[in-house]
């Protein structure tokens, strides 16, 4: 079975500082994987993602991905962060062995300080 | 503009009551999801459904149910029967790729 582990609940950055949110995957397919934002009381935007193309993806607002199959990794960073980056982040596979369905990370809080 | 629509953004209930939560899309998507969100517990799949007239359970679907008698519609109801249905309720849909694309959700609350 598919499952992604977000290795942070919660990351706390300054203004101006890179931001790493780690996530890790467990599949027994070539996965597709996601990341997706979400500001307080709104739905969920795609960040970006990974569907076996390029390894380095690059999404919107300045964040990128990179998935390493040998690690199972596929951690979102960003080399500066802005005071509207402060969001809930999730990760997310997609479980091509049961119909495509999502599976979901518990989600990493990003607070940003001035 | 395309998108999806949740309506209403707050929601208040007696428990007891069903209550329904609208669902709709114009972007001409085939699939389409509900799901649940609590504090720190990341979202739960309710109910998908990947054709009109046709959906399937997802890992929460007791004391809910749904129809899909229209592509662009997937109205989600939360019956009496759900034991804790204060929380907040997302709506997704999507092409036959994986991503997924969200309505803006509804904060149910059920006192």
């Known amino acids: 079975a598919q499952s992604v582990t977000q290795l942070d609940s919660h990351v706390s950055v300054s203004e101006g500082t890179p931001v790493l949110l780690r996530c890790n995957y467990s599949s027994s397919y070539s996965p597709s994987l996601f990341w997706y934002v979400q500001h307080p009381n709104k739905g969920l935007q795609l960040l970006l993602k990974y569907t076996s193309a390029a390894t380095l993806v690059k999404g919107i607002n300045g964040f990128e991905a990179e998935f390493k199959k040998s690690e199972t990794s596929f951690h979102l960073t960003k080399p500066s962060a802005h005071m509207s980056d402060a969001a809930e982040y999730f990760c997310?596979?997609?479980?091509?062995?049961?119909?495509?369905?999502?599976?979901w990370g518990l989600g990493t809080s990003l607070a940003v300080n001035p | 503009d395309g998108g999806i629509t949740q309506s209403p953004k707050y929601l208040f209930r007696k428990e007891g009551q069903n209550v329904t939560l609208s669902c709709e899309q114009n972007l001409n998507h085939d699939a389409m999801y509900w799901y649940r969100q609590d504090p720190g517990q990341g979202l739960r799949l309710i109910y998908y459904s990947q054709i009109v007239n046709d959906f399937q359970k997802g890992d929460i679907a007791e004391g809910y149910s749904v129809s899909r008698e229209k592509k662009e519609s997937f109205p989600l109801t939360v019956t009496s029967a759900q034991k804790n249905p204060t929380a907040f309720y997302l709506c997704?849909?999507?092409?036959?790729?994986?991503?997924?694309?969200f309505g803006p959700g509804t904060r149910l609350t059920v006192t």
């Open positions: 997704a849909s999507s092409r036959t790729s994986d991503e997924q694309y």
């Open positions: 997310v596979v997609s479980d091509a062995g049961n119909n495509r369905k999502l599976i």
